[in-house]
């Protein structure tokens, strides 16, 4: 047994949550307010059976070492020694006493110090003079100024490479901390005549640097940033954050931002919950860290994310975790930084006005193409079409589905018929997850069987497993996953009388439990009750089910006539005959759901 598992037979998940927030017995779980945002009706439960827990209103959830991890915003390594202490595991091998970790706090502390030597530049050294006057023209405090940890790096080949030599530092070291390159057998400093920003992770430790040239007609690249160190990995660090999650957690909102100076002028402009991102795009890294503090990410960039892959990209990651998306249209400046220094009280109305994130993505299509032809139309349905496919919640998606349907004055089943039909050949990653089973972004129709085994699972299973059955095979199922996990279920509830989750679960392989649990812990708290809201909201799911395969089926069917028709092999009419046969039914029985509701 592994320490992981040795550790989770070990804890009991309700003990350990309960020793952090007031759980209450809730048949057979526990319910609390949930402690990763504000609520007043308790929506997080806690599963002993499971051994998990989830939000069913914010969407948080996993195993007693997720919940270790977001609530004391650590990292996997860390909430795995913590539980182990409690547990009274000894592991096998401490994450700390690696030689991996003993590197990183080598660099944390080398890094450390070169920040403080920095800072003492600015602030004391005259050195520092034409550094502090350029921060004072561009409206930076001194208090925030040591706030973010600024400094200055003299225009010097080898000044920070004495100093931390004579601290005891040799320069392998330093090379491999990015502070310093070699060349020809000589070490000389990285950043020379620059504004330093300190790059901190979301714990306060120094990862790296950004410098910045002070005069603006030099030939060299404005900003250069420390190269990816074991400790600095760009992708994962958000500027600001140490300082800053504190209020992104109260407000539970994150200003996104580019660059450095955008997050210390909407600081200062009393706008306290922000990071930057560097000028990338927003990564897996920096959602799973934000995803810790906020559920809403309110965009505030210098580019037009609705023409920038990269920037999407970003955004169907975020949507992915669960997050509420934002984008606020600067009320004037290039960025956040000009339009705070211009009018700090623009920039604050700005945000409070930001608009959902698809809805600023139709808005940005529609202008940019004549939409009252039917070229233009074509234009913003490809363009937004495999956008809305990503939208991971189908109310969402429907809603916008409807919503371009009336801006392009077309009909709502023209746009659904092209977001299924691109669904087919439309391959997308979601965040990385530690199962490989639940890697990909699942497409409408995968969602849409992943909701129908929710109710299955948490209703009637053995009458709602019997109805499905009516209208649907097993290799109905386009979902690999869900599709194996009915096929058990089938075997299962013919030798067992009473349908126990436990019992189901433990009968399953183990790489399909994150499915099992993410269907088992759905959120239908508020039908679940209800026993004729339960009922209709089966009857609407199965009949959406049923009329995803049959369309599906529609379009098989039209490809395999075409390709007999072009192969044209011996005995093709009767195949021909036999699948437009087959055709006309699959239409007609399409229409008569349609018509049916």
């Known amino acids: 047994m592994s320490d992981i598992d040795e550790i989770k037979t070990r804890l009991n998940i309700a003990d350990v949550i309960g020793k952090r927030v007031t759980l209450k017995k809730a048949g057979r779980n526990f319910k609390a307010l949930c402690p990763f945002h504000s609520e007043k009706t308790p929506s997080f439960i806690v599963s002993p ?100 940890a600024l400094g200055y790096a003299p225009n010097s080949w080898d000044a920070l490479f004495s100093f931390l030599r004579k601290k005891g530092y040799d320069g392998g070291l330093l090379e491999q901390a990015g502070l310093i390159l070699k060349s020809q057998n000589r070490y000389y400093d990285r950043f020379r005549g620059r504004v330093m920003f300190t790059l901190k992770d979301h714990r306060g430790n120094v990862v790296g640097f950004s410098g910045r040239l002070l005069d603006p007609d030099a030939r060299e690249a404005k900003y250069i940033n420390t190269s990816e160190t074991p400790v600095y990995i760009k992708g994962n660090v958000l500027y600001g954050l140490d300082v800053t999650k504190d209020a992104i957690q109260k407000e539970n909102e994150a200003i996104v931002t580019e660059g450095e100076f955008d997050v210390i002028s909407s600081f200062q402009a009393g706008v306290s919950n922000v990071v930057a991102i560097k000028g990338s795009a927003l990564t897996e890294g920096h959602v799973r860290l934000l995803k810790r503090f906020t559920d809403r990410l309110v965009f505030a960039l210098d580019s037009d994310i609705a023409g920038d892959a990269a920037s999407r990209r970003g955004i169907e990651i975020a949507d992915a975790a669960g997050m509420d998306m934002r984008v606020v249209t600067l009320p004037q400046g290039k960025d956040p930084d000009e339009a705070v220094r211009a009018s700090a009280g623009l920039f604050k109305k700005a945000i409070k006005d930001a608009v959902p994130v698809y809805d600023y993505f139709i808005t940005s299509a529609m202008s940019r193409f004549d939409h009252t032809t ?46 299924e039909s691109t669904a087919d050949t439309f391959q997308t990653k979601g965040i ?57 279920l089938e075997k299962f509830l013919k030798n067992k009388r009473i349908f126990l989750l436990k019992d189901f679960a433990d009968s399953l392989p183990a790489e399909l439990t994150p499915v099992l649990d993410e269907a088992y812990l759905w959120d239908i708290s508020d039908i679940m009750d209800d026993e004729e809201k339960f009922s209709r909201e089966w009857t609407a799911a199965l009949r959406e089910l049923h009329r995803v395969i049959l369309r599906k089926k529609i379009r098989d069917h039209g490809k395999a006539i075409q390709e007999s028709a072009r192969t044209d092999e011996s005995g093709g009419e009767k195949t021909i005959d036999r699948l437009q046969k087959d055709l006309k039914e699959l239409t007609v029985t399409l229409a008569v759901l349609d018509k049916s509701g």
Do not use: W
């Open 49 to 148: 059976e499971r051994q998990t827990f989830k939000c069913f209103g914010c969407g948080k959830g996993g195993s007693v070492i997720d919940f270790v991890m977001e609530y004391e915003h650590v990292d996997f390594a860390e909430a795995l020694a913590t539980l182990a202490d409690l547990a009274g595991v000894k592991l096998e091998r401490r994450p700390s006493d690696s030689p991996e970790a003993k590197l990183k706090q080598r660099l944390f502390e080398v890094n450390h110090l070169a920040g403080e030597y920095y800072q003492y530049i600015l602030t004391k050294h005259r050195l520092g003079e034409k550094a502090r006057l350029y921060l004072k023209n561009r409206g930076v405090t001194d208090k925030t100024a040591q706030t973010f």
């Open 432 to 488: 990385e997850k530690k199962e490989e089973i639940t890697k990909r972004i699942l497409t409408r129709p995968e969602k849409l069987e992943t909701y129908v085994l929710a109710l299955v699972l948490q209703g009637k299973t053995a009458e709602h497993f019997e109805e499905l059955y009516e209208h649907v095979t097993v290799t109905d199922f386009s979902q690999p996953a869900v599709r194996t996990i009915f096929t058990h």
């Open 374 to 419: 039917p070229y233009g139309k074509q234009k913003v349905s490809e363009e937004l079409v495999p956008i809305l496919i990503k939208i991971l919640n189908p109310v969402k998606r429907s809603s916008y589905v409807k919503k371009l349907a009336e801006l392009l004055d077309v009909t709502e089943v023209s746009i659904a018929d092209k977001i």
